[in-house]
């Protein structure tokens, strides 16, 4: 394969680790992003983003010659597809927005020959992966002579460089030779299984994936709003609850967040809304615990002005939608405290991945602690040390929503 070029387009949280990962197992990696300064970036053997062990790869595939970024797609023999797939509102439901995996498809399209692989690593709604062929039919690609398959990342973010080589992946094809010939490339640098099925059937099962993760986590946040009304400690029930042989429940937080368990649930309720009504719940479940979050917080707030007689300062520790990472793609905690801060609440943010926010006030750990009066924990970063914290609370209202002191 030392010979083989890939042209990965999207250099974000998975395309940047794919395409470094390809490089460093010889593949000649094109990298494609519109975002200049990203480009820039990673051609001086940078990061843009934050992921253990990703700036080694990167550094070390650029010196070696095997990956250089670019702001528009290259001629390769294997193209990767990496791009966002948001959603927009309709009528209450979530509608899948697949202009960027339309937009980069027909970009590659002037590029592809005979005997090339394309594959869709986005995670997207069922008939995706179809309806880019048609895109490469119409701008005049003979499709019979490419390959083209489904198969979507299944890594955890933090953990992105292990997981892309440990993990089982799912490849789904639109012929069988399809499937065959990108199984067999993802077996050139994937330690787990690759399991073979056809598209339809891989796209189904990356939205199952996390449709299944957002229903646990909101039974876990529906618990955690009835034990509050009635005093019970949430995180002890559920400690002594999965003691039982079958039980495993999940922990709760301030919602769910990023661009998988927040985003891919609303793709099958999008699809079949008449069916999916536990997977719709569950999204509403999980949307509303932000809302109950907020209204906690304001009362908090309310209890610490009536007691000083001034405005209460508040501060946010953790804006990230999970810990030790700098993603903020749909994090409650982030919504959290711009909502708040939208409504003339006093605010200061804690959030030890980044280093500058567009509104709010980012402060220190031990300045937020100093000078709160009202504490509410929001994601479990390991800088927030529970004995460091818990050190410094003494009589400050603390609202602690994902279990960081428990």
Avoid at 33 to 39: C, Q, W
Avoid at 62 to 82: F, M, N
Avoid at 229 to 250: E, F, M, S, T, Y
Wanted: proline share 5%.
């Amino acid at each position: 394969m030392n010979n083989t070029s890939v042209c990965v387009i999207g250099l974000g949280y998975i395309g940047l680790p794919t395409a470094a990962l390809l490089a460093s197992n010889g593949y000649n990696v094109l990298g494609v992003d519109l975002n200049a300064h990203a480009v820039e970036t990673i051609n001086q053997g940078r990061i843009h983003i934050v992921e253990p062990d990703l700036d080694a790869f990167v550094r070390s595939a650029v010196a070696a010659g095997r990956l250089k970024a670019y702001g528009k797609p290259q001629h390769a023999d294997i193209y990767i597809v990496c791009v966002p797939t948001p959603f927009r509102e309709s009528d209450g439901i979530p509608q899948p927005n697949l202009d960027y995996v339309m937009a980069a498809t027909h970009s590659i399209a002037e590029h592809i020959k005979p005997g090339d692989i394309v594959i869709l690593e986005s995670t997207s709604p069922v008939g995706t992966t179809a309806a880019m062929e048609e895109v490469l039919r119409q701008a005049g690609v003979d499709v019979s002579a490419i390959d083209i398959a489904y198969c979507p990342e299944r890594v955890l973010p933090g953990k992105i460089m292990t997981e892309l080589v440990e993990n089982d992946r799912v490849v789904g094809g639109l012929t069988p030779r399809a499937t065959a010939s990108v199984s067999a490339f993802y077996r050139t640098f994937v330690h787990g299984a690759v399991l073979e099925t056809e598209a339809k059937t891989a796209e189904m099962c990356k939205l199952t994936e996390n449709s299944f993760r957002d229903v646990n986590i909101a039974f876990a946040n529906e618990l955690s709003m009835i034990c509050a009304k009635d005093g019970i400690n949430v995180w002890d029930l559920i400690r002594l609850a999965n003691r039982h042989p079958r039980v495993n429940i999940l922990q709760p937080g301030a919602g769910v967040g990023g661009h998988c368990i927040a985003v891919d649930p609303w793709f099958i309720v999008a699809r079949d809304p008449e069916n999916a009504k536990l997977i719709r719940q569950a999204r509403e479940v999980n949307n509303h615990k932000t809302v109950w979050a907020i209204d906690q917080i304001k009362i908090a707030a309310a209890d610490a002005t009536a007691q000083t007689g001034r405005k209460a300062k508040i501060a946010c520790l953790g804006l990230a939608f999970k810990p030790d990472i700098d993603d903020l793609r749909e994090s409650p905690a982030a919504s959290i405290a711009a909502t708040l801060l939208s409504q003339q609440y006093d605010i200061m943010a804690v959030e030890p991945n980044i280093k500058e926010h567009a509104e709010l006030n980012l402060v220190s750990l031990d300045e937020a602690l100093r000078t709160a009066d009202v504490v509410v924990v929001l994601v479990k970063h390991r800088q927030f040390g529970v004995a460091h914290v818990k050190a410094q609370l003494g009589e400050m209202r603390v609202l602690d929503l994902c279990g960081l002191l428990a």
